[in-house]
Structure formats: C-alpha cells, structure tokens
C-alpha cells in the first residue's frame, strides 16, 4: 500500500492534483461559510452554469478557457446581484434565466470553434488529474485574493450574512458588500471547475460548510474546519478515483456526500438520545 502511494506521488500530475484540492479546498471553507449561512447555494450554482459562457468565449477567441470563465462569473455573479437587489422580480426567476443564458453563449461559442475541443468535459464534470500548473498559480492568486479581502472586511460579511436589516442600521454598505460576497463566489467557482467541474460546484462549495455548521457555531471556526473537511474529502476521493479508476470530480464529492448523511444520521442519534434522557 505505501509503495502504491509512494509511486502514485512520483507522477507529477498527482501532485499537482493533491495541491489543487488543497488550495480549492480553502477557498471552499472560507466562501462556504458565507453561501450556507446566507443562505445563497442556488445562486452559487447560477454563478458556476453561467461561467460557461466565458469558456465558450475562450475557446472561440483562441485564448484561455479558465480566464474567460473568470471574467463571465464574475459579470454573471455581479449581474445577478444588481437584478435580484434592485428590480422587483423573484430572485430565483432571474438567477434561473441567466443561468439559461450563459449556458446558451457558451454552447453557441463552442459550437462556432473550428476543431476538436479535446478537454472541454473536463470543464463541465472535472479533471483535477489534469490540473497543470498555471492554474496552480491562477488558484493561488485566488486564494490570496479571498483571504486578503475575508480578513478586511469579515465584520461587514458577518453582517450581511445574520441579519441585513441590522447591517443596515449600523451604516454597513450592504449592497457593495454582498457585491463582493458574489464576486469572491465567482472565483471560487472557478478554481472549482477545473476540479469537480461546473455540473458539481455546488455540493463541493456546501457540503464542507453545510457538516462544519453542524459542529461548530463560531463563523472562523465554521470556516477553518470547512477547509480541512475539505481537503480531506478531496484527498480521500482523489486516491479512490486513482486505485478504483473512477472519474476524480465525481468520487470527491461522492465522498464528501457521504460524510454528509453520516453527520446528519449522527446528528439525528445524538437528538433522539438526548430527547430520551430528558424524559
């Protein structure tokens, strides 16, 4: 068994992929957070179906895939903000039609390619075995960024994310603060792309948060355990893809939705025994 790691860890795709999970994975926990306790995972997921749109763009205008869904989640998760806080219609409506949208540009795009688009599944269900290292740099980069801009303004983040009405009363920006809430959930989707693909964002932005909201009730705390969970969860699906041969971006949340059931059937023991003693 060591040894079938210790070769696994030769192969610098493996590498590669073991570090993307790492660097996926924290901003995961940090943003998570903040989707659970707001409440905004659909939108989350609009944002990621969206970014296809700038994939296709890439593909079209022969440059990088990745900075293209870069530049389109974030306009799609800006516009989506702007639309939902200021006009009257339901929020879930709008996030649904440019969800439908983005898609549409995307297809259309790549459809208009001339040649074969050898990875473009991998943006759509995960490839995280054929991370290469610009994107390594391009996560990092990212990471960075959320960290710098959560520790800035992580007062004004908290919030928005329990009570705007009191955001409000104590002068909080609110709108330019839940701005940059989404735009710091577009680039996550991002990273996330190139490792469990868009069709899956959403369970690998909330599953960690979702279990570590179970444990604990401190929103930093809520925040470094999501990112563990995380990384354990893509470490765990990402050597059971390696020696089962399964699809990478699958297991890893396939894993992470067990652990999932087995929090809340704990979750659920745990009440029914405590009901018990009360009697």
Known sequence: ?????????????????????????????????????????????????????????????????????????????????????????????????????????????IDRTAGYKADLMSYLFGSILAVPQGDLLIMLVMDIVIIGLVALFYKEFLAIAFDETFATVENVPVDLVYMLLLGMIGFTVVMLMRVVGLIMVIAMLTIPAAISGQLVKDMKRMMILSSILGMLFTTIGLWLSYFLNLTSGATIILVSGVAYLLSMGIKAVLRRSADERRR
Not at 21 to 35: E, Q
Not at 89 to 101: H, L, N, P, Q, S
């Open 1 to 109: 068994m060591i040894e079938t790691v210790t070769q696994a860890l030769s192969f610098t795709f493996m590498r590669n992929a073991l570090l993307a999970g790492v660097l996926v994975s924290i901003a995961c926990g940090i943003i998570g957070a903040f989707v659970v306790i707001k409440r905004i995972v659909f939108i989350s997921g609009g944002i990621a179906h969206a970014a296809y749109g700038g994939i296709g763009i890439g593909y079209f205008f022969k440059f990088s895939p990745v900075l293209g869904a870069i530049a389109f989640s974030l306009a799609s998760a800006l516009g989506m903000g702007m639309v939902q806080r200021k006009t009257r219609e339901r929020a879930d409506t709008v996030i649904g039609v440019m969800w439908a949208i983005g898609m549409a540009i995307g297809i259309i795009f």
